[in-house]
């Protein structure tokens, strides 16, 4: 959808969205709105990706301007993200306050072990909960899908000591059935890929620094601009290991191509570059962690 034709769902589209999605989806997406006008007002941890954006858009539609969106503005977080975050919530009408959150200034995170994110999210959730008394909101939830809680999160662990909410969670809904709901509302987020913290691509036990974040993300998005759209640059050192959607592994595959993505990684700083053959995949980085680290997933 043109940005210039984004403009906030009105309750009556909001049972043809939901009517478009088949009736078990419909019935779990009103179970989280009935959730939602329950809690009365609440902020929604907001990133701009599709479960958070989905999340805090249901939540606007809901409750109006008795709900929040608080966006962390840190090194970790991509200025395009940034971007189209702000974007996204502009486009709705929706209430946004973004809050610079020092993840980075914690040495438990910054040294990056498995339990990173929840140094992050911990960070994040600290940060809400001063604002909420502040501005007299007595809730928190964030953008977990039930896919979600089959996976290694510390961040979830976070989410529970600060009684955060999970209401896409609670409700059952999946990450497909997410993105379905979102392009049933005519959201331009529904098919935005995944996007992590740059953190998240960063191997375990090399110290996350400004420097490095900002070396990831110049990396990536130099291969934007050579056409690439769901990717990863992982950061190993002097090495850059990229990681590329299967489906657009082919293109990527040709010795001019290879040597422009050579030239831009190293252009933002690496001396080696390798492509890695597996493709894109989510939590590639989890890979090398032990059998009973991941066996504890969020807990």
């Known amino acids: 959808m043109a940005a210039s034709a984004q403009t906030k769902i009105p309750e009556a589209a909001a049972a043809g969205t939901a009517d478009a999605v088949g009736p078990e989806t419909a019935a779990k997406l009103r179970t989280v709105e009935k959730r939602l006008e329950q809690l009365g007002s609440l902020m929604v941890a907001y990133s701009g990706g599709v479960d958070s954006a989905f999340l805090a858009a249901t939540a606007h539609r809901v409750l109006g301007e008795r709900m929040l969106a608080v966006l962390a503005d840190s090194p970790s977080l991509a200025r395009r993200d940034m971007e189209q975050a702000r974007a996204f919530a502009e486009s709705i009408g929706m209430p946004l306050q973004v809050v610079a959150t020092e993840e980075l200034d914690r040495e438990e995170y910054a040294r990056n072990d498995a339990n990173r994110c ?14 909420g008394k502040k501005l007299g909101f007595a809730h928190i939830a964030y953008g977990m899908n039930s896919d979600d809680t089959r996976d290694f999160r510390p961040g979830q662990r ?10 896409l969670a609670e409700a059952g809904l999946t990450k497909m059935a997410v993105r379905a709901l979102a392009k049933a509302a005519g959201y331009p987020v529904w098919d935005r890929p995944a996007a992590p913290c740059l953190s998240s691509r960063v191997e375990y036990g090399r110290t996350v620094t400004r420097e490095v974040l900002e070396q990831v993300e110049r990396g990536e998005e130099s291969l934007r601009r050579l056409g690439f759209r769901e990717l990863r640059v992982r950061h190993h050192g002097e090495l850059a290991r990229v990681e590329i959607a299967r489906n657009e592994l082919p293109r990527a595959l040709t010795m001019e191509m290879m040597d422009a993505i050579t030239a831009a990684l190293k252009l933002a700083g690496f001396k080696y570059v390798t492509l890695d053959c597996q493709g894109f995949r989510s939590g590639a980085m989890n890979a090398v962690l032990p059998a009973d680290v991941l066996a504890r997933r969020g807990a």
Not at 118 to 131: G, P, Q, T, Y
Not at 158 to 167: G, I, K, S
């Open 118 to 131: 929840f140094h992050c999210k911990d960070e994040l959730f600290a940060v809400m909960e001063k604002l």
């Open 158 to 167: 976070a989410a529970e000591q600060h009684a955060v909410l999970a209401p």
